[in-house]
């Protein structure tokens, strides 16, 4: 009788383990090696252990000063680890309704950029970051050498999210127009467009190997596949509109080596706007938010719709630990665990 006793509590105290409340809503997840990193709307960034979700550290950023005069909490728009794991990177609210970007390392909190229209920031390595403007620029900046490399700009369109793929070599970019761009991150150079999938502005896209999974304001989520490229020149004519997206911004940009477009390999459809996907590292299972009750959609990319899940919460934010399990960050707080399979 005691063995089985134990054997519940056992399992008890794990499903404890794989649930957390941070005390403000999730707004962006980072997975490393060995560690996550989450931040929130009320000035904290956690660095939790990849294991068990214990929280390793709390980092409080600064408040700042409201246009009506008054001290508030910051809101944390993104945040990253740097490949070692021994840097962070936070994109912060600060005053007069900018961005400061602030770097975490060796204990010790710093703003690297000040009263910047960064949106989300994101490491290229250990010592250069991408960041994205709201004005839809891309930004290559030198943290160790404090210059700018590059900053183009994208598209004419409001900025919503990017994400690089495992190995950061390719960056897929979205915006208001609900395209999505594929950019070079050594030089900026947009080198490819996904198109005919959103019809409107695409929220928040995650990008694993291949593929790319996309949801937005339409009740959308698009996946793309880089294995699908269409690279014959004469064939995008035949399948783009005149005057095509790729025959406007050819002319008018000049960060634009176009060698390819891609269309969707699946588009699914959603109850509700699509706030929140995911995609695992191996691209095994996608998921997307599926209405305003918390439920999500799983996807096997290239078969279909496995399951949904109820995630008990409005979802603010995903991420996949592994092909397996899948990190949710709630607006209440809540950051816990879900298997997908």
């Known amino acids: 009788m005691m063995n089985i006793f134990l054997f519940f509590f056992f399992l008890y ?25 989450v931040s929130t709307e009320k000035g904290k960034v956690f ?46 609210e600060s005053d007069l309704g900018k961005r400061t970007v602030f770097l975490f390392e060796n ?5 690297i950029l000040k009263l910047t229209d960064a949106s989300k920031g994101m490491f290229l390595d250990e010592d250069n970051i991408i960041l994205g403007t709201i004005a839809n620029e891309v930004w290559l900046y030198n943290i160790k050498d404090k210059k700018t490399v590059y900053k183009y700009l994208v598209f004419r369109f409001v900025f919503s999210d990017f994400d690089m793929n495992k190995n950061r070599s390719l960056i897929a970019w979205g915006d208001e127009s609900g395209k999505v761009f594929f950019i070079d991150p050594k030089n900026g150079k947009v080198i490819g467009v996904g198109t005919e999938g959103n019809k409107d502005k695409i929220f928040k896209l995650s990008f694993a190997k291949n593929r790319v999974i996309v949801g937005g304001r339409d009740k959308k989520s698009v996946i793309f596949n880089l294995k699908n490229k269409i690279t014959d020149k004469e064939e995008w004519k035949e399948k783009l ?43 095994k299972y996608a998921v997307f938010t599926s209405d305003e009750e918390g439920h999500l959609t799983v996807v096997a990319p290239g078969i279909g719709i496995k399951k949904v899940l109820d995630a008990g919460c409005f979802v603010n934010a995903l991420e996949f630990i592994d092909d397996k399990r899948l990190l949710v960050g709630c607006i209440d707080g809540i950051l816990k665990v879900m298997e997908v399979q």
Do not use: C, H
């Open 13 to 37: 105290a794990i499903s404890l383990a794989l649930e957390v409340n941070l005390k403000g809503a999730i707004t962006d997840i980072a997975v490393g090696g060995s560690k996550i990193a």
């Open 241 to 283: 509109d005149a005057p095509s997206l790729l025959k406007n911004v050819k002319t008018q940009f000049i960060n634009r080596e176009l060698e390819f477009i891609l269309f969707p390999e699946k588009i699914y459809e959603s109850k509700f706007m699509v706030f929140a996907v995911a995609i695992s590292p191996n691209e």
């Open 107 to 111: 204990e010790t909190l710093k703003p």
């Open 47 to 92: 660095i939790l252990n990849k294991g068990n979700l214990s929280v390793e550290k709390e980092i409080s950023l600064p408040e700042f000063t409201d246009f009506m005069g008054e001290k508030q909490k910051a809101k944390v728009f993104s945040v990253d680890l740097s490949p070692s794991e021994k840097k962070v990177l936070m994109v912060v």
